[in-house]
């Protein structure tokens, strides 16, 4: 009796859990959407519509041990550069709460990855949404977005440095083969280093 009280108590606590991420990823992904286009568009953005989404990601995710699964379970379908974005930001702050982050710390990893991608904005729909193989034309182009992205964020949206270079460098690789610098180890910030984990487990799941 106690042990199905248990199970009953669970299940009500995880499906109030998903529904509640639910409405959060929702909420987040038509933020994400309304920013991005305003970049793509050469519209003034406000920052702090990502803090705002920053902080409640991160109270989300300190608050759920079950995140990563409610994750999983977000439905495909859609622009996928915008749930690209959301889910990476959602793994990125998932690994900062592992490694203890605080609060502010991780409020500031999720801004940087939620602006991570905004220089594809940039890149035009049939080259970045394309499913088939890229040609080398089309992958030079692709990789621009990192440049494109840094110099968005430092000269149009200005939001501090050591944020804006999650965009720039969260193609690099830890043995120097990424681009766009070819960045090896510790020189990486850490901050991009986070989210490059993130980013491409997100793509590799999706």
């Known amino acids: 009796c106690c042990l199905h009280l248990h199970k009953l108590v669970l299940y009500e606590q995880i499906t109030k859990s998903k529904s509640q ?16 286009r305003q970049v793509s568009e050469d519209k003034t953005v406000e920052i702090n519509m990502f803090r705002d989404v920053a902080e409640k990601l991160t109270e989300h995710v300190k608050s759920t041990p079950n995140v990563a699964f409610n994750i999983l379970t977000v439905p495909s379908g859609g622009y996928y550069l915008y749930n690209q974005v959301l889910q990476s930001t959602l793994y990125s702050l998932v690994i900062g709460n592992c490694m203890e982050y605080s609060k502010p710390k991780m409020t500031d990893l999720g801004i940087a990855s939620l602006f991570s991608d905004i220089g594809m904005t940039k890149i035009q729909p049939y080259i970045s949404e394309k499913t088939n193989p890229l040609t080398e034309e089309e992958l030079k182009t692709i990789r621009k977005h990192t440049v494109l992205g840094y110099q968005i964020l430092t000269k149009l949206i200005k939001i501090k440095n050591n944020l804006a270079l999650t965009a720039l460098q969260h193609h690099e690789n830890f043995d120097g083969s990424g681009y766009p610098q070819k960045l090896s180890g510790s020189n990486i910030e850490e901050f991009a280093r986070i989210h490059a984990i993130a980013d491409n487990f997100t793509a590799q799941i999706n």
């Open 21 to 36: 991420f639910s409405t959060l990823y929702r909420e987040s992904l038509e933020t994400v959407q309304y920013i991005y």
